[in-house]
């Protein structure tokens, strides 16, 4: 590939014109295929123009053979560019500072000519993707502007508006597969384009990105913005970052937005058919041919970097085709005739462009596929993701690392959060990763200190405080036992735990109107973002044991839900306002501005927890990864919405009409945005075998049988139409279109199922603590005092325990047993 594109353009000799010398230390005959020569030879040898790698070894050095085989891999991509390899013997006969001491051969020189212009430390060039992408990486100082900040982006953008169009990459780590991707579509479109790069996740976030997992290329149209005020229009490219994707994708963005032709469609050729892109032609005629070209040009942005939009007028053709049709589709295989279609809106247009390119690539996937586990690849995605960004700075000075000597005097003179992880564990170094991300996002704004104990250098200090795996997040405050974090190991759930962990659980209301402020969001309206519902739990002043249960629970969802809680003489106001009899709970939903009540009569603090956190899932919401185990536990079937990006607020409007009026209670009603969670594609094709049009509606039952059913296609979503088609379902008047089979989800190897070894580990340690807001002794202020520093719970009766933790710990157990139980595929 890097061959044909440097045919297409030519290079400034400033590309070619350096030498690139690094100094090492060792040495394997058996791997080397570059040409020897002494420093003096080589240096004799190096002309302007030429670009040169250097490998200086000492003759007497130990082998190193993952080194040489990956510099001897680099030769030819690095050829390729202009720049040449070559292997360097330092002998005693010549003096070098280059062979000089073992400080010196561990650095990587570039050199244009015989001028230096940078050092690197030989341990970032680690494979050959880190050598060629840091080479031109250096070589294209100019053509690429690395950047740190949204401020330094918005000046970019402005400085380029109406002069040039910029390509915006996100990689997670210099030296990565990516990041050599990107520079490789440098070198050859740098001098067309400004290439922007960064590796800060929160700058990706703050540009709007939702998956910031993966490596991105956005381009930004700003050469034909003139108003400095106006923001440059953004394409993202949706394939992964390969230089193959990368060149298709600004060949795209090269050709024209949209095209008129008056030709017979079979034989009409682009760039993107070359491209193996398809074509959708919109036909039009002339007397809507202004609206025709509109919704062309609507279909053509949504498309830009997956198909070629041509408007095709349809009155100056001299093909029949059929009279109805206002779509036509051709695909990029030659021989393949085109297909006539009638599409009714811009989302059908673009769901079969989409659906048909996801099909492709899932059968390019199977095609590569070999039998059997590949064990050359990381089983463990997080211990990969870990290696992979491994070379990546964190700015870990927004947190206070603390140790033996600190511990003790930092937690008890400030609130803080500590997290306490081990620096050899994959999964302790992700959250790291989201823990830094917080302190990006609290800084400044937060009174909490954020603290890190690495308990592989001060373990004493993590088995004092009852750390006893990885990683464990906990919050100390003066005056309170100290908190244990157990929700998702995510940079949002996280930050949601600490900031409702400002107010008391649950908070004391003492008059009316406050109860009134309270149940509107005005009261705490800071924390509303982070709280979906308020709580509010009335009481009369002599009720003393259902607010003990009540106020129990609320201890208990602290820093998951907002909870208060009303025991004045007054309270027969609010409970004939909501027409409750107290004992009672009110749960305010803000984002729908309403206002439920629930009798509290004989509950316990389990059962408030359990109620509380039912009432707080939303009524319709959208399924990600994270969630979806929350909602399989409610045991009901799935009424799933299927839609390739924003729902249509009719298609909601219908579904929410029929969850108030109670007749979608017996199912969970749910959507999954397939841009989202791409995962979703599977669980289709699983389905339905190929990917049918969007959006589509299904009704899963999960936990018993495995039926699939399918809202009829050629029918709209609307109340009256979903309604019938239950009703039909439910008389058991509709087939289904699937059964998943009764198949269980195992490891590829027996050393890879995890879930027996946790389920042994369990069975050996029954008791054993659910960290999940569970409250500690204080934190004793000297080391005398720690090693005794037993948690007040455990002095507790078993039957106390039980009581308190049941909850949760048996959801997350339920859940697990539930997923084996099941043994099928969403």
């Not at 085989?69 to 202009?82: I, R």
């Amino acid at each position: 590939m890097q061959p044909q594109l440097m045919m297409s353009f030519s290079f400034n000799a400033l590309r070619v014109g350096i030498s690139f010398v690094m100094m090492c230390i060792f040495y394997m005959s058996a791997v080397d295929s570059l040409p020897e020569l002494s420093p003096q030879k080589f240096f004799s040898t190096l002309q302007p123009g030429k670009a040169t790698l250097a490998y200086f070894c000492q003759a007497d050095s130990p082998s190193t053979s993952i080194f040489l085989e990956e510099l001897n891999e680099a030769d030819k991509p690095l050829q390729d560019y202009g720049i040449s390899v070559a292997k360097v013997n330092c002998v005693t006969e010549e003096t070098s500072r280059y062979c000089g001491s073992e400080k010196d051969l561990m650095k990587a020189y570039l050199f244009r000519g015989h001028i230096l212009l940078r050092e690197f430390p030989t341990d970032t060039l680690f494979d050959v993707d880190a050598i060629v992408a840091h080479v031109l990486f250096a070589l294209l100082f100019n053509e690429v502007k690395y950047i740190t900040t949204l401020e330094d982006l918005q000046n970019t953008e402005n400085a380029l508006k109406g002069k040039a169009n910029i390509a915006f990459s996100y990689v997670r780590a210099i030296g990565t597969p990516e990041h050599r991707a990107v520079m490789e579509a440098a070198f050859v479109y740098g001098t067309t384009y400004q290439f922007v790069l960064t590796t800060e996740i929160a700058l990706l976030e703050s540009i709007g990105t939702e998956d910031i997992e993966y490596a991105h290329l956005y381009f930004f149209h700003c050469k034909p913005v003139l108003d400095l005020t106006q923001q440059c229009r953004r394409t993202l490219m949706e394939q992964s970052l390969t230089t193959l994707n990368i060149h298709r994708f600004m060949k795209t963005m090269e050709a024209p937005l949209l095209t008129e032709v008056a030709e017979d469609p079979q034989q009409v050729s682009t760039v993107h058919l070359q491209l193996g892109l398809p074509l959708v032609f919109i036909v039009s005629q002339q007397a809507t041919y202004e609206a025709d070209r509109t919704t062309a040009e609507w279909v053509a942005w949504r498309l830009l970097g997956k198909a070629g939009v041509l408007l095709l007028l349809r009155d100056s053709l001299e093909v029949d085709f059929p009279q109805n049709a206002n779509v036509v589709f051709k695909r990029a295989e030659e021989g393949v005739p085109v297909e006539f279609l009638v599409l009714n809106n811009i989302d059908l247009i673009v769901s079969r462009v989409e659906s048909n390119m996801h099909i492709e690539e899932t059968h390019e996937d199977e095609d590569n596929d070999i039998e059997g586990p590949d064990m050359d690849i990381q089983d463990d995605e997080v211990a990969e993701t870990v290696y992979r960004d491994r070379k990546r700075q964190l700015p870990l000075e927004l947190t206070v690392e603390l140790t033996e000597e600190t511990f003790n005097e930092t937690v008890t003179a400030s609130d803080s959060i500590v997290l306490f992880y081990a620096g050899w564990q994959a999964v302790s170094m992700a959250f790291l990763q989201s823990y830094i991300d917080v302190a990006i996002k609290l800084k400044g704004t937060s009174t909490m200190l954020l603290t890190r104990v690495n308990c592989a250098d001060w373990s004493h200090v993590c088995a004092k405080q009852n750390v006893t795996e990885f990683p464990v997040v906990k919050m100390y405050k003066e005056g309170e036992n100290p908190v244990s974090y157990a929700g998702m190991l995510g940079t949002e759930d996280l930050l949601k735990f600490i900031q409702l962990n400002r107010i008391s659980c649950p908070v004391n209301i003492t008059s009316v109107q406050e109860a009134e402020e309270y149940l509107s969001g005005k009261l705490h309206k800071d924390l509303i973002s982070y709280s979906s519902v308020s709580v509010l739990g009335l009481f009369s002043p002599t009720m003393t044991t259902a607010k003990e249960e009540f106020t129990e629970a609320g201890n208990y969802l602290k820093g998951y839900v907002i909870t208060g809680i009303y025991s004045e003489e007054d309270v027969l106001t609010l409970s004939n306002k909501y027409a409750v009899t107290l004992p009672a709970l009110l749960l305010a939903r803000h984002k729908e501005g309403k206002i439920e009540s629930i009798s509290l009569a004989n509950v316990h603090a389990q059962e408030i927890v359990q109620i509380i956190t039912n009432a707080s899932l939303e009524t319709f919401p959208e399924i990600t990864v994270e969630n979806l185990p929350t909602y399989l536990r409610l045991q009901k079937p799935l009424l799933i919405l299927f839609s390739d990006g924003s729902i249509n607020p009719q298609h909601k409007k219908a579904i929410l009409t029929l969850v108030k009026e109670k007749h979608l209670d017996s199912l969970t009603p749910c959507w999954l945005n397939l841009k989202n969670t791409p995962v979703g594609r599977g669980i289709l094709q699983a389905y339905f075998d190929t990917l049918p049009p969007l959006p589509l509606l299904a009704v899963v039952n999960l936990h018993s049988g495995g039926q699939v059913f399918a809202f009829p296609s050629d029918q709209t979503i609307t109340e009256q139409n979903l309604l019938l088609w239950l009703k039909k379902l439910e008389a058991g008047l509709e087939s289904h279109i699937k059964i998943l089979p009764a198949q269980e989800w195992k490891p590829p190897l027996p050393a890879y199922d995890f879930l027996s070894m946790m389920d042994a580990a369990t069975s050996q340690h029954p008791a054993r603590k659910v960290p999940e807001c569970i409250k500690e002794t204080d934190v004793q202020e000297n080391d005398k005092e720690q090693p005794e520093d037993k948690l007040a719970i455990r002095n507790e009766p078993t039957g106390t325990l039980r009581t308190k933790h049941w909850n949760r710990s048996n959801w997350f157990e339920e859940a697990k047993k539930q997923f084996r139980h099941d043994n099928k595929e969403l």
